[in-house]
């Protein structure tokens, strides 16, 4: 069973096999935010960074090799990457800078086309790609992020009417 938690992947990395429970431990609710809404509080509250403090972590551990199969998503944000640095070189590359410009505008139309292709629906094909920009934007800014003393402060904030 794949595992994307750094306690996990050591425990693994140990020797030891990890097992589903066929038990509910934790019930899940969904969310009542539109699903930019959701992304925009997830970028401000840090929580898309978590797969990058995940693999600063693991830098330089037995277990960081095991870590980097087990995200497929890295995979995909690589791609991103390479997406962004095309659509940035191609104007540099071509003949003429409109023949760049409209290299750049068919590479950025590219994953929007094959997502909505792949989502049936314009708006969940943008959205897709939006929310790989979202995550590949974050995963350097939780890497490179220095890691907190466990005993300093937690960046919190107290809700009315709460105790």
């Known amino acids: 069973m794949a595992t994307r938690s750094s306690i996990g992947v050591r425990l693994r990395a140990l020797g030891f096999t990890l097992h589903r429970l066929d038990r509910p431990f934790v019930q899940h609710f969904g969310h009542t935010l539109n699903a930019y809404a959701l992304l925009v509080r997830r970028w401000k509250s840090k929580y898309l960074r978590g797969v990058g403090e995940l ?62 292709l792949k989502q049936k629906s314009l708006s969940l094909g ?27 402060w937690i960046e919190s904030k107290q809700l009315p009417g709460r105790a």
């Open 126 to 152: 943008v959205y897709a790609v939006v929310a790989w920009l979202f995550h590949a934007a974050a995963l350097p800014l939780g890497f490179f992020h220095p890691r907190l003393k466990p005993e300093a």
């Open 55 to 116: 693999l600063r972590a693991a830098w330089g551990k037995p277990y960081f090799g095991m870590l980097l199969k087990e995200l497929p998503e890295l995979r995909l944000w690589a791609g991103v990457y390479g997406w962004i640095a095309a659509v940035l070189v191609a104007p540099l590359l071509a003949p003429s800078l409109a023949l760049g410009l409209a290299a750049s505008l068919a590479i950025l139309a590219l994953p929007v086309a094959a997502m909505s």
